[in-house]
Protein backbone atom coordinates (compact mmCIF):
# COMPACT_ATOMS: atom_id res chain seq x y z
CA UNK A 1 0.00 0.00 0.00
CA UNK A 2 1.66 3.03 -1.16
CA UNK A 3 1.40 5.43 2.22
CA UNK A 4 2.09 9.10 0.59
CA UNK A 5 -0.79 10.23 -1.95
CA UNK A 6 1.11 10.27 -4.79
CA UNK A 7 -1.58 11.75 -7.43
CA UNK A 8 -1.20 13.21 -11.51
CA UNK A 9 -2.04 16.58 -10.59
CA UNK A 10 -4.69 18.80 -10.85
CA UNK A 11 -7.33 18.05 -13.17
CA UNK A 12 -9.64 20.50 -15.74
CA UNK A 13 -12.13 22.72 -14.46
CA UNK A 14 -15.20 20.38 -13.70
CA UNK A 15 -18.80 20.28 -14.97
CA UNK A 16 -21.89 21.08 -12.87
CA UNK A 17 -22.97 17.98 -13.84
CA UNK A 18 -20.81 15.48 -11.84
CA UNK A 19 -22.42 16.51 -9.06
CA UNK A 20 -25.82 17.14 -9.71
CA UNK A 21 -26.82 13.57 -8.97
CA UNK A 22 -24.88 13.37 -5.89
CA UNK A 23 -27.42 13.05 -2.78
CA UNK A 24 -25.46 16.05 -0.90
CA UNK A 25 -25.83 18.42 -4.01
CA UNK A 26 -29.09 17.07 -5.42
CA UNK A 27 -31.21 19.95 -4.45
CA UNK A 28 -28.49 22.59 -4.88
CA UNK A 29 -29.38 24.90 -8.31
CA UNK A 30 -26.32 25.01 -10.77
CA UNK A 31 -25.19 28.01 -9.89
CA UNK A 32 -24.71 26.44 -6.05
CA UNK A 33 -22.95 23.70 -7.67
CA UNK A 34 -20.29 25.98 -9.27
CA UNK A 35 -19.88 27.74 -6.54
CA UNK A 36 -18.83 24.58 -4.53
CA UNK A 37 -16.61 23.39 -7.47
CA UNK A 38 -14.68 26.17 -7.70
CA UNK A 39 -13.53 25.68 -4.48
CA UNK A 40 -12.51 22.27 -5.08
CA UNK A 41 -9.04 20.41 -5.93
CA UNK A 42 -9.82 17.65 -7.99
CA UNK A 43 -7.47 14.59 -8.53
CA UNK A 44 -6.88 11.54 -9.54
CA UNK A 45 -4.73 8.83 -7.57
CA UNK A 46 -3.34 5.26 -8.22
CA UNK A 47 -4.26 2.22 -6.99
CA UNK A 48 -2.97 1.60 -3.51
CA UNK A 49 -2.92 4.93 -2.17
CA UNK A 50 -3.82 6.50 0.80
CA UNK A 51 -5.57 9.51 0.69
CA UNK A 52 -5.61 10.37 4.43
CA UNK A 53 -4.33 8.31 7.63
CA UNK A 54 -5.88 7.60 10.40
CA UNK A 55 -4.82 9.98 13.26
CA UNK A 56 -3.64 12.78 10.50
CA UNK A 57 -5.27 16.29 11.18
CA UNK A 58 -8.14 16.51 9.15
CA UNK A 59 -7.60 19.51 6.99
CA UNK A 60 -9.93 18.25 3.77
CA UNK A 61 -13.04 16.30 3.20
CA UNK A 62 -13.77 14.67 0.05
CA UNK A 63 -16.02 13.32 -2.62
CA UNK A 64 -15.31 10.20 -4.68
CA UNK A 65 -15.95 10.66 -8.23
CA UNK A 66 -15.06 7.99 -9.38
CA UNK A 67 -13.66 4.29 -8.21
CA UNK A 68 -13.02 2.41 -4.81
CA UNK A 69 -12.10 3.10 -1.53
CA UNK A 70 -10.95 0.84 1.69
CA UNK A 71 -11.83 2.12 5.22
CA UNK A 72 -8.87 0.92 7.36
CA UNK A 73 -7.81 0.68 10.87
CA UNK A 74 -5.06 -0.41 12.71
CA UNK A 75 -5.45 -2.55 15.68
CA UNK A 76 -3.96 -2.29 19.53
CA UNK A 77 -1.43 -4.64 18.19
CA UNK A 78 -0.56 -3.36 15.20
CA UNK A 79 -2.51 -5.19 12.33
CA UNK A 80 -4.22 -3.64 9.40
CA UNK A 81 -8.46 -4.37 9.59
CA UNK A 82 -10.36 -3.46 6.36
CA UNK A 83 -13.75 -1.89 8.24
CA UNK A 84 -15.74 -0.62 5.25
CA UNK A 85 -15.96 -0.01 1.18
CA UNK A 86 -16.97 2.65 -0.04
CA UNK A 87 -17.86 3.47 -3.64
CA UNK A 88 -18.36 6.41 -6.20
CA UNK A 89 -20.34 9.32 -5.24
CA UNK A 90 -20.15 9.73 -1.62
CA UNK A 91 -18.07 11.62 0.48
CA UNK A 92 -15.16 10.85 2.58
CA UNK A 93 -12.89 12.26 5.27
CA UNK A 94 -15.89 13.84 7.14
CA UNK A 95 -14.19 14.13 10.50
CA UNK A 96 -16.12 16.77 11.04
CA UNK A 97 -19.34 15.80 10.84
CA UNK A 98 -18.94 13.26 13.45
CA UNK A 99 -16.79 15.70 15.61
CA UNK A 100 -13.13 15.19 15.46
CA UNK A 101 -10.59 17.04 14.11
CA UNK A 102 -8.65 14.02 13.16
CA UNK A 103 -8.77 11.21 10.99
CA UNK A 104 -10.48 8.07 12.15
CA UNK A 105 -8.92 5.57 9.74
CA UNK A 106 -7.26 5.19 6.47
CA UNK A 107 -8.72 5.78 3.10
CA UNK A 108 -6.75 3.35 0.72
CA UNK A 109 -7.88 3.71 -2.67
CA UNK A 110 -9.33 -0.05 -4.13
CA UNK A 111 -8.60 1.11 -8.07
CA UNK A 112 -7.66 3.62 -9.66
CA UNK A 113 -9.86 6.83 -8.18
CA UNK A 114 -10.95 10.42 -9.06
CA UNK A 115 -11.84 12.61 -5.86
CA UNK A 116 -12.69 16.04 -5.10
CA UNK A 117 -11.62 17.67 -1.96
CA UNK A 118 -12.37 21.04 -0.29
CA UNK A 119 -10.29 22.74 2.62
CA UNK A 120 -12.23 21.46 6.26
CA UNK A 121 -12.88 25.32 7.06
CA UNK A 122 -15.89 25.24 4.12
CA UNK A 123 -17.64 21.99 5.81
CA UNK A 124 -19.82 24.73 8.06
CA UNK A 125 -20.31 26.91 5.45
CA UNK A 126 -21.70 24.12 3.09
CA UNK A 127 -23.96 22.81 6.01
CA UNK A 128 -25.29 26.08 6.64
CA UNK A 129 -25.89 27.89 3.30
CA UNK A 130 -27.29 24.47 0.99
CA UNK A 131 -30.05 22.70 1.77
CA UNK A 132 -30.29 19.23 2.15
CA UNK A 133 -26.23 19.13 2.41
CA UNK A 134 -26.27 18.46 6.30
CA UNK A 135 -29.10 16.08 6.21
CA UNK A 136 -27.47 13.83 3.14
CA UNK A 137 -24.45 14.15 4.75
CA UNK A 138 -25.67 12.75 8.16
CA UNK A 139 -27.72 9.71 6.17
CA UNK A 140 -24.47 9.02 4.88
CA UNK A 141 -23.04 8.60 8.66
CA UNK A 142 -25.74 6.66 9.77
CA UNK A 143 -25.47 4.47 7.24
CA UNK A 144 -22.28 3.55 7.86
CA UNK A 145 -22.13 3.33 11.20
CA UNK A 146 -25.21 0.93 10.85
CA UNK A 147 -22.82 -1.07 8.05
CA UNK A 148 -20.46 -1.08 11.28
CA UNK A 149 -22.43 -1.87 13.93
CA UNK A 150 -23.37 -5.04 12.06
CA UNK A 151 -20.63 -6.44 10.90
CA UNK A 152 -19.52 -6.25 14.89
CA UNK A 153 -22.87 -7.81 15.08
CA UNK A 154 -21.99 -10.49 12.98
CA UNK A 155 -18.90 -11.40 14.59
CA UNK A 156 -20.43 -11.95 17.63
CA UNK A 157 -23.47 -14.15 16.43
CA UNK A 158 -22.44 -15.54 13.20
CA UNK A 159 -20.27 -18.46 11.85
CA UNK A 160 -17.15 -17.69 9.83
CA UNK A 161 -19.11 -18.67 6.31
CA UNK A 162 -22.35 -16.75 7.00
CA UNK A 163 -19.65 -13.37 7.56
CA UNK A 164 -18.00 -14.33 5.13
CA UNK A 165 -21.12 -14.77 2.29
CA UNK A 166 -22.52 -11.35 4.32
CA UNK A 167 -19.63 -9.22 2.85
CA UNK A 168 -19.21 -10.66 -0.70
CA UNK A 169 -23.12 -9.61 -1.02
CA UNK A 170 -22.82 -6.44 0.60
CA UNK A 171 -19.90 -5.68 -1.77
CA UNK A 172 -22.10 -6.89 -4.68
CA UNK A 173 -25.00 -4.88 -3.63
CA UNK A 174 -22.60 -1.32 -3.25
CA UNK A 175 -20.62 -2.45 -6.27
CA UNK A 176 -21.71 -5.00 -8.34
CA UNK A 177 -21.59 -5.19 -12.20
CA UNK A 178 -23.68 -7.48 -14.13
CA UNK A 179 -21.29 -9.61 -16.38
CA UNK A 180 -22.73 -12.91 -18.43
CA UNK A 181 -22.59 -15.50 -16.09
CA UNK A 182 -23.05 -13.65 -12.56
CA UNK A 183 -22.77 -10.21 -10.40
CA UNK A 184 -18.85 -9.11 -10.11
CA UNK A 185 -17.57 -6.85 -7.67
CA UNK A 186 -16.25 -4.09 -9.42
CA UNK A 187 -12.80 -3.40 -8.06
CA UNK A 188 -9.71 -5.35 -7.63
CA UNK A 189 -10.01 -7.54 -4.02
CA UNK A 190 -7.62 -10.53 -2.75
CA UNK A 191 -8.19 -12.90 -0.24
CA UNK A 192 -6.63 -11.03 2.08
CA UNK A 193 -8.82 -8.09 1.89
CA UNK A 194 -12.13 -10.05 2.30
CA UNK A 195 -10.03 -12.18 5.57
CA UNK A 196 -9.75 -8.37 7.17
CA UNK A 197 -12.92 -7.39 5.97
CA UNK A 198 -14.59 -10.25 8.02
CA UNK A 199 -11.85 -10.89 10.98
CA UNK A 200 -11.08 -14.34 9.69
CA UNK A 201 -7.85 -15.86 8.93
CA UNK A 202 -6.61 -15.84 4.90
CA UNK A 203 -6.55 -20.00 5.25
CA UNK A 204 -10.14 -20.24 6.40
CA UNK A 205 -11.16 -17.56 3.16
CA UNK A 206 -9.23 -19.27 1.23
CA UNK A 207 -10.95 -22.99 2.03
CA UNK A 208 -14.48 -21.30 1.63
CA UNK A 209 -13.75 -19.42 -1.37
CA UNK A 210 -12.41 -22.78 -3.09
CA UNK A 211 -15.43 -24.40 -1.97
CA UNK A 212 -17.78 -22.62 -3.16
CA UNK A 213 -16.15 -22.38 -6.56
CA UNK A 214 -16.63 -26.01 -6.63
CA UNK A 215 -20.15 -25.53 -5.80
CA UNK A 216 -20.30 -23.25 -8.58
CA UNK A 217 -21.34 -19.72 -6.36
CA UNK A 218 -18.44 -17.80 -7.23
CA UNK A 219 -15.37 -17.48 -9.19
CA UNK A 220 -12.43 -15.79 -8.38
CA UNK A 221 -8.97 -15.28 -10.13
CA UNK A 222 -6.42 -12.35 -10.42
CA UNK A 223 -8.11 -10.09 -7.60
CA UNK A 224 -11.55 -10.45 -9.60
CA UNK A 225 -14.80 -12.13 -7.36
CA UNK A 226 -17.90 -13.15 -9.10
CA UNK A 227 -20.93 -14.08 -7.37
CA UNK A 228 -22.56 -17.03 -9.75
CA UNK A 229 -25.46 -18.06 -7.21
CA UNK A 230 -26.20 -14.84 -5.80
CA UNK A 231 -29.34 -17.02 -4.19
CA UNK A 232 -27.15 -20.26 -3.18
CA UNK A 233 -24.75 -17.45 -1.31
CA UNK A 234 -27.55 -15.77 0.61
CA UNK A 235 -28.81 -19.10 1.73
CA UNK A 236 -24.90 -19.64 3.41
CA UNK A 237 -25.12 -16.14 4.74
CA UNK A 238 -28.37 -17.20 6.29
CA UNK A 239 -26.58 -20.44 8.04
Known sequence: MTMNATTHGTLPRLDESLLTHLPPFSKLERRQIR?????????????????????????????????????????????????????SGQLLGIARALGRDTYPATAVTASESLALSW??????????????????????????????????????????????????????????????????IDFP???????????TTLHTVSRLLSGWEKAGLVASKRKRIKVLDPHALVLRAQG
Open 35 to 87: TILDQATSRRYDAGTAIFREGAPAERFYMLLDGYVRVVRISPTGEQVTALHIP
Open 119 to 184: PVHLWDKFIAEYEGFATETYKTVGQRLEEVHGKVMEMATQQVEQRVANALLRLVNQTGRKVDDGIE
Open 189 to 199: ITRQDLSELTA
